[in-house]
Structures are given as structure tokens and as C-alpha cells.
């Protein structure tokens, strides 16, 4: 008898658990659990990196450690961020750069009797004025994947471009003591992990083509570097003391830009002195909205942060934390907020020959609108996705890092050579890889939807990089952003849904198993690890469904008080957070 009172008990509770709407369960979550063998009773099984007095987040360990001890050294946020990206062109040549582009978002605390204010810097490359419409054609009018990958499809490189404007407005350290640890690391050399091994080998084909890849990051004999072995990197070394004793200068004048032209024409590419000199990154207030009440500093076009921002505007209009997370209609939702946001990105082009409508797309009226085409029982496709119109709405291998200081200053920065290695080349005597990013053109199309993309001579290209802010109340609560091309705006979603909706310490906010959907007939694809039975659930609403490899590799820092919470994604090897203490 006591076992059959014990058995009604349980089903009862079972079905009293199951009968509870999702929010509810979560809310008496604690009260249902045990212990789980620990008198502390963590809830969630992924822990953040703890620290005090500031932190950096980044892919490569060796490059946090250096934006870690300017801190200590007294610099701010941005003098931190600086350093690390430097760092990270020695440590992560694949992403890390010199000779890519990116995006900044900088926010400084009120202090000594200036107002707190945030700001976007968009360094991302720039078509040459020799940029033709049949630059990167084949003989049938397509574009042609060996002159992406080639001399042919570098744009003008922005990243020193950009951490120079950082610091002239923000910076507190001397400029070449936010380069010398790079100089440091390039000359005397880093022993390389197994995933830089592992990663420079597997291009060793591809780099062979060029010369000057060759010698940068082979060896004499052309075969690559085992793990642990010491990489010394001499001629990028060179090129950085260019920078750190000439500023800005160093890199777009003077000796290195000569050796850049030079290697770049002799390469069959078009970009000249003036178009180095003249190089200019733009500066501009963030992309403002918000997400359940919490204000969202986003990076505007040529970025995608209106493209995130539109998805979680069509979000917020669905009661998410009751459906509970990994539920068949969370993920159903954020599917369809995606076929939306990506139909949508055919608005986001690059200036100043196309002005993208970033208040309609990112408005919360817009949203609304575009979220009234979601139903929970079926699937949009292209066929039943109607063009919107942001327009009425508007008013008169790639990496990231984060970084945030004790005084409530915090930089998100993702930057890039737009595909893994870039282009592949060296200019030779110059040590560093060269982007690809003319490729992010739709060259050969006559496509009017396809406008916004059309190759011209010094259009800024675009990008589906979206690094961000997250504030609550007045300072910094979130800081993140991550590297994955067109993987990239889906896993920022999934961060934001994770960390807001269903309360998620940052580091479980990552680690979750992600999803990515492009456009409406595109596949939804999963990462390993949601359950098998989700897969039929989703199917029967229409989703064509295909497991996928990772994506993105978030480096986010959440900040309470004087606690900082890192987490360094762990889908990629050889990332950290850490903080100063």
C-alpha cells in the first residue's frame, strides 16, 4: 500500500509539474530540485569567470593576458581594447589583423565632469576608386572565387585606422605602449597551440600560391609549425614598430604603405597610395533599442545590428519565458524571427552610395508589424513572406573581444579579414594576411533587390558583424559580440533570449546549443545537443530541419556591481576571459 501511495504521489506531482506554464515551473524550479549531491545547490551547470577591476574576453588567450595587464597598468577600456586587437594579429593571424576591418562599440562613464557617452566606430574596408564593376567577374559574368581569393579582392584595410580613432578620443595610455606587447610577441615569438598548429597547416595549399604567405607563416622548407613550437613572426613585427612610433601614419603612409602597394599591385590588385592615405573611419551614435525594458546599443550599417535588433523587437512581442527555453515553440519563434530579420537585410547596404533605413528596420512599430505574419502552427517560406517596407518607419574568420574596466567604461569589438586567413596573401615584407572583403559584393548582379550590395568605387562594404552593449539603467551590463560570418547574428539572438528571458548567467547563455536560420526556404539547422525529439515537432510545423557543426564563438563579460562575469565561448579552442583580479 505504501508503495502504491508513494507511486500516486509522484504522478500526481509529475502531472501538477507538467500542467504548470513553462514560467511558472522555472520560478519553483528551486523548490522542485534536489541537490544534486551539492549543499550549495548550483542551479546551472556552466559557471562565468569570476574577477574584479575590470576584465578582457577574447579568442586568444595570449591576447587577453596582454589587454589584462593594461588594465592592471592603469589603462582603460579602450587602451585595453587596443592592445588586444594588436595582440590578437600575432596571435590569431586567421581573424586577428591588420589588414581587415571591423566594428567598435565604446561606451565611457561620466567622468571628471564630462557626460557618459557611447559611440560606434565602423573601420570595415572600403572598395578602391580603381573598382570596377567586372573586378572580380569570370568569363560568364559570375563572380570568381580565385580573384576573391587573391590580391584582386582586398579592400582597404581599416582595423589601424580604427584603434587610432579610439584612442585619439578616448585613450590614456602612450599609443606604442599599447603596441609594444604585440612587437614583443611578433619578434621574440609565441608557442603555438594546437588549434593555430592545426588551423595555419590546413591552409598550407591555399597560402602556397602566394610568396609572401609562404614566408610569413611557414617554414623555409614550406611546411608548417607543430604545436608548441615557437612562431616568430620578424617582418610583422617590423610593420608594427611602424605603427606604434607613427601612429596612424605608419600604417597608411611612409614605408609600409610603399611595401603594401607594391605587393598589392604586383599582385594584380588595384588599391593605391591615396586610397591608404585617404582611408577614414566613421564614427557615429549606436543603433538605440531595447529588449523587455533593457536599452541595446547596436552597431549601425554597414553592420548588422539592425538585422538583430528587428529579430528580438519581433521577439518581444511572444511570451518566450513562458514557453520555456529549447521548447519546440521558443525555437519555432526565433526561427521565424529570423526568415523575417533575413528578408529584411536586403535593406542593409554601404555608404555612401546606398543609405540604409536602420530607424524602420530596428523601430519597434516595424516589428510589430512584420511579427503579425508569425503563427505558432506553421512555417513561413519565401512563397508566404511578403516583402516589408522600413521605409514608413523612418524618422528625419572574424573575431570578437570584449573588454570593461573598474570605472564603468566597456568596449565590444569584432574585426576581420571577412573569410579565415583573408585573401590568403602577403605583401612581401609586410608579415600580415590581407581580407578578402571585396567578395562581400553581389558582383554580376542586376537585381534591384541586390542594390544595396552593388560593387563601387569607395562604397563601404557590409557585414553581418553586430557587436553590442547591454545596459542596465544607466552602465554597462553586457557586453559581447562574436566572429561566424553568416552565423553570426542568430547566435547573438540566442545570447540576448538566453541571458534576459530566461535568466541565464552569461556563461550558460553560451554554452547552450544554438540554432541559425537564413532565408525563409533556407534549412533551420541545430547544433548537437537540443533532444532528438525536437526534431519531428519542428518538422511538423514546417521546418526543414539539418544538424550543423558549432557556430560563432561568443566573448561576452556581464558586470554587477564591482563583479565580472567572463565567459569565452568554448566552440572554439584556445579563448579566455579574465579579469584583473
Not at 594579429?89 to 557617452?117: F, I, Q, S
Not at 617554414?219 to 612610433?245: C, H, M, T, V
Not at 550558460?508 to 515537432?537: C, K, M, T, V, Y
Request: proline content about 7%; hydrophobic content about 40%; glycine content about 12%.
Amino acid at each position: 500500500m505504501a508503495d502504491l501511495r508513494t507511486r500516486r504521489w509522484a504522478i500526481a506531482l509529475l502531472l501538477a509539474a507538467t500542467a504548470l506554464p513553462a514560467s511558472a515551473q522555472e520560478e519553483g524550479a528551486v523548490a522542485q530540485r534536489g541537490s544534486g549531491g551539492d549543499i550549495v545547490a548550483y542551479e546551472q551547470i556552466h559557471g562565468a569567470t569570476l574577477g574584479r577591476g575590470g576584465m578582457v574576453a577574447s579568442q586568444s588567450a595570449p591576447a587577453t593576458r596582454v589587454g589584462t595587464e593594461i588594465l592592471r597598468q592603469g589603462g582603460n577600456a579602450v587602451d585595453a581594447a587596443i592592445a588586444t586587437a594588436f595582440a590578437e594579429a600575432v596571435t590569431l593571424p586567421r581573424a586577428g589583423n591588420l589588414g581587415g576591418g571591423g566594428y567598435m562599440v565604446v561606451h565611457m562613464a561620466a567622468r571628471d565632469g564630462k557626460p557618459a557617452t557611447t559611440i560606434t566606430i565602423n573601420y570595415y574596408g572600403l572598395a578602391p576608386r580603381a573598382t570596377t564593376p567586372s573586378l572580380l567577374l569570370g568569363t560568364d559574368g559570375k563572380q570568381d572565387p580565385s580573384k576573391v581569393m587573391s590580391f584582386k579582392g582586398v579592400a582597404v584595410p581599416g582595423t589601424v585606422a580604427g584603434l587610432w580613432e579610439a584612442h585619439q578620443r578616448f585613450g590614456t595610455l602612450p599609443w606604442a605602449k599599447l603596441v609594444e606587447p604585440a612587437i614583443r610577441l611578433a619578434r621574440d615569438g609565441v608557442p603555438l597551440s594546437d588549434g593555430e598548429a592545426e588551423a595555419t597547416a590546413g591552409r598550407a595549399k591555399m597560402m602556397a600560391r602566394d610568396p609572401g604567405a609562404r614566408a610569413a607563416f611557414f617554414k623555409p622548407d614550406g611546411s608548417p609549425y607543430a604545436p608548441g613550437e615557437l612562431f616568430r613572426q620578424p617582418n610583422l613585427a617590423w610593420s608594427l614598430e611602424q605603427i606604434a612610433s607613427r601612429g596612424r601614419d605608419g600604417f597608411y603612409k611612409g614605408e609600409l604603405a610603399r611595401r603594401l602597394v607594391a605587393g598589392i599591385k604586383a599582385g594584380g590588385g588595384v588599391i593605391d597610395a591615396r586610397d591608404l592615405a585617404d582611408f577614414k573611419a566613421a564614427v557615429a551614435p549606436p543603433i538605440w533599442s531595447s529588449y523587455r525594458g533593457q536599452r541595446i546599443a547596436y552597431m549601425p550599417p554597414t553592420a548588422s545590428g539592425v538585422s538583430v535588433a528587428e529579430a528580438m523587437n519581433i521577439l518581444e512581442t511572444f511570451p518566450l519565458k513562458q514557453y520555456g527555453w529549447g521548447s519546440v515553440n521558443t525555437l519555432h519563434l526565433i526561427s521565424e524571427a529570423m526568415k523575417i530579420a533575413s528578408s529584411d537585410r536586403r535593406f542593409v547596404g554601404g555608404e555612401p552610395q546606398w543609405k540604409t533605413p536602420a530607424i524602420g528596420l530596428a523601430s519597434k512599430a516595424y516589428a510589430a508589424e512584420r511579427a503579425k505574419l508569425i503563427t505558432l502552427n506553421g512555417s513561413l517560406t519565401a512563397a508566404t513572406l511578403p516583402d516589408g517596407n522600413p521605409y514608413r518607419h523612418e524618422s528625419p574568420d572574424t573575431t570578437h573581444f570584449s573588454v570593461a574596466d573598474k570605472d564603468g567604461n566597456a568596449v565590444a569589438n569584432t574585426y576581420t579579414l571577412t573569410a579565415s586567413y583573408g585573401a590568403h596573401v602577403v605583401a612581401p615584407g609586410t608579415g600580415f594576411l590581407l581580407n578578402n572583403s571585396l567578395g562581400n559584393f553581389a558582383w554580376g548582379s542586376k537585381d534591384p533587390a541586390r542594390k544595396a550590395t552593388w560593387p563601387a568605387p569607395g562604397k563601404r562594404l557590409g557585414s553581418t558583424i553586430t557587436p553590442m552593449i547591454v545596459f542596465r539603467g544607466e552602465k554597462p551590463w553586457l557586453v559581447t559580440g562574436t566572429p561566424g560570418g553568416g552565423y553570426i547574428i542568430a547566435p547573438m539572438v540566442q545570447v540576448l533570449v538566453n541571458a534576459i528571458d530566461f535568466n541565464l548567467n552569461i556563461a550558460e547563455a553560451a554554452e547552450r546549443p544554438r540554432l541559425n536560420q537564413g532565408a525563409a526556404d533556407a534549412p533551420l539547422e541545430l547544433e548537437s545537443g537540443f533532444s532528438p525529439d525536437i526534431i519531428p515537432l519542428l518538422e511538423a510545423r514546417g521546418h526543414k530541419v539539418r544538424l550543423s557543426n558549432t557556430m560563432g564563438s561568443t566573448q561576452s563579460i556581464m558586470i554587477e556591481g564591482d563583479k565580472f562575469m567572463g565567459a569565452s565561448d568554448t566552440r572554439r579552442p584556445d579563448a579566455l576571459a579574465l579579469g584583473v583580479r
